[in-house]
């Protein structure tokens, strides 16, 4: 398309940014963050992340689990299990390697409740500098549970309520408020530990209420939402899903309520635990901890009493990056920063995104702040899948948003980017292999993401360069009246296919359509 923006064309001589604030990426203090390599040394897995964490919510350039159980036993011997430990060792031996070739040695190594409690805890991490040259930090419980919380606070900045993380040989739980961590105890109360209890599910849950009791008297009152980070609680959050048939299949901020999870503790304890573990894609090593950590999750939540449950796909390693992060960057916005971080990656025209936004939000100046910023993160986002085969593009959109790993954004926020994008590029969403899925959003909301997408389709038609204003749109929802002002410059873009994605847009307004071309408002 030659057409464009004439040279008399008025250009934004002072970028405003506006609530979201000016973007953080490229700041050098954040670049430093682009390759960041974490390695978490669990009682029941080791594992290697690797973040690019140049964006608020950052991206797993690199993730890498060994199941060990190195815990496994160490209530009965004191030592670390003999087969995990050579198997760890190896583990580590494998990331080091891999962060060396990658340029990014040395990683960032914790290790929890197994190798702490180990008396042989520090010899392991003696043979793994010997052999790899990494420093393995041995961290106490507090903070262990300190860490967890701030990869809970990664993807909900502000967030309040409490954080619990159980992994093999221990839990945690920490207080969150207002962005920041309070208190914090931690517990043996493990599911590696409790396997091996004598006196079966009667002494398990005669020790797990003792516990629970302690932890939540040392903790206070706790009444808030209830956080679940680990392995073993994203595992009954997988069944969960299933009983209930749920659609969307993301981990990370899967929401169920207090009722939820008894009628799934029961689910577990009748059904064929294979059976489960193949419907849900658990892995078997994870599934023989479920039952036993469903015992203790239902005696939490009968203790703790939530307002509601929501599952972190972010935890330690998560709190680690979070640590490195400058406090600039921790107060942003993780759906934002992100957005603009893959439209600066991917779009054919960085920055135009902005442009795309101010020329639509006048169709939703009542919308409250948590509208605005999804309508944000779409314009953002409305070209970064421009490679995929058109035929396919509205639905690469969708899956894209509802699937990503993004913080700060609930299952419906998901359904509703998903949509808006996806009449980004097509005007009905029905016949969709995704049709059971916007359920999740009531039909007001999905209207209007429906709106927001075709203002979307039409707005991009008609600038080819950022940072230049050739119109604006006016919404009188009382009259039902959509009054588009263009800069005469504007004309030639204003072509048929144009005039029919106004059209399509008016018809979801149900409004009546003025076209003016005029020197816009700016220019006044």
Do not use: Q, W
């Given at each position: 398309m030659n057409a464009g923006p004439r040279s008399d064309a008025p250009q934004l001589s002072a970028v405003n940014y506006g609530p979201f604030g000016?973007?953080?990426?490229?700041?050098?203090?954040?670049?430093?963050?682009?390759?960041?390599?974490v390695v978490d040394i669990g009682s029941n897995s080791v594992r290697l992340v690797i973040f690019d964490g140049a964006?608020?919510?950052?991206?797993?350039?690199?993730?890498?689990?060994?199941?060990?159980?190195?815990?496994?036993?160490?209530?009965?011997?004191?030592?670390?299990?003999?087969e995990g430990r050579v198997r760890a060792l190896a583990a580590v031996a494998r990331f080091e390697a891999i962060a060396q070739s990658l340029g990014i040695s040395p990683l960032t190594a914790v290790a929890t409740a197994a190798v702490r409690d180990a008396t042989d805890g520090p010899d392991f991490c003696a043979d793994i500098l010997r052999e790899t040259g990494l420093n393995v930090h041995i961290i106490d419980g507090p903070e262990e549970a300190r860490l967890s919380a701030q990869g809970v606070l990664l993807g909900w900045p502000g967030s309040y309520g409490l954080v619990c993380d159980i992994g093999g040989a221990s839990m945690e739980l920490a207080e969150i408020r207002d962005g920041h961590v309070g208190k914090c105890v931690s517990s043996s109360l493990g599911p590696l530990k409790l396997l091996s209890m004598k006196g079966g599910a009667k002494a398990r849950k005669t020790y797990a209420k003792e516990v629970i009791d302690d932890l939540c008297e040392r903790m206070g009152e706790q009444k808030d939402r209830l956080f679940l980070v680990g392995g073993s609680w994203r595992a009954i959050a997988r069944i969960d899903m299933h009983r209930r048939g749920y659609p969307l299949h993301v981990l990370h901020e899967y929401r169920m309520?207090?009722?939820?999870?008894?009628?799934?503790?029961?689910?577990?304890?009748?059904?064929d635990i294979e059976d489960l573990r193949s419907a849900c894609g658990i892995s078997s090593a994870r599934m023989a901890l479920v039952p036993i950590a469903s015992?203790?999750?239902?005696?939490?939540?009968?203790?703790?009493?939530?307002?509601?449950?929501?599952?972190?796909?972010?935890?330690?390693?998560?709190g680690m990056l979070y640590e490195q992060m400058p406090q600039k960057l921790r107060d942003r916005d993780p759906l934002i920063e992100s957005a603009r971080f893959a439209e600066a990656k991917d779009a054919r025209m960085p920055g135009f995104g902005k442009t795309l936004y101010d020329f639509i939000i006048p169709l939703f100046k009542s919308a409250p702040y948590t509208t605005k910023r999804l309508i944000k993160a779409a314009s953002s986002l409305h070209d970064v899948s421009w490679r995929a085969h058109p035929d396919y593009r509205a639905e690469v959109c969708f899956d894209n948003s509802t699937r990503a790993n993004l913080g700060g954004l609930s299952h419906p926020e998901r359904v509703f980017l998903g949509l808006a994008l996806l009449h980004r590029y097509r005007n009905k969403r029905e016949g969709t292999r995704f049709d059971d899925l916007f359920d999740l959003l009531p039909p007001e909301k999905q209207k209007q993401a429906e709106i927001l997408g075709k203002a979307m389709r039409f707005g991009a038609m008609l600038w080819m360069e950022k940072d230049t204003q050739l119109g604006e749109m006016r919404w009188f929802p009382k009259k039902k009246l959509l009054e588009l002002r263009l800069h005469p410059s504007a004309k030639p873009l204003f072509s048929e296919v144009?005039?029919?994605?106004?059209?399509?847009?008016?018809?979801?307004?149900?409004?009546e359509v003025k076209v003016k071309f005029t020197k816009p408002s700016t220019e006044a």
């Open positions: 000016r973007p953080l990426f490229n700041d050098p203090s954040v670049r430093k963050l682009s390759r960041v390599g964006a608020r919510s950052p991206a797993y350039f690199y993730n890498e689990k060994v199941m060990c159980a190195l815990g496994a036993g160490i209530a009965e011997t004191g030592h670390l299990n003999p309520t207090p009722k939820s999870v008894r009628e799934t503790v029961k689910y577990i304890a009748k059904s015992e203790v999750l239902k005696i939490l939540v009968s203790r703790v009493k939530p307002t509601d449950i929501a599952v972190s796909s972010y935890g330690i390693r998560e144009a005039e029919a994605r106004l059209a399509s847009l008016a018809s979801s307004l149900d409004a």
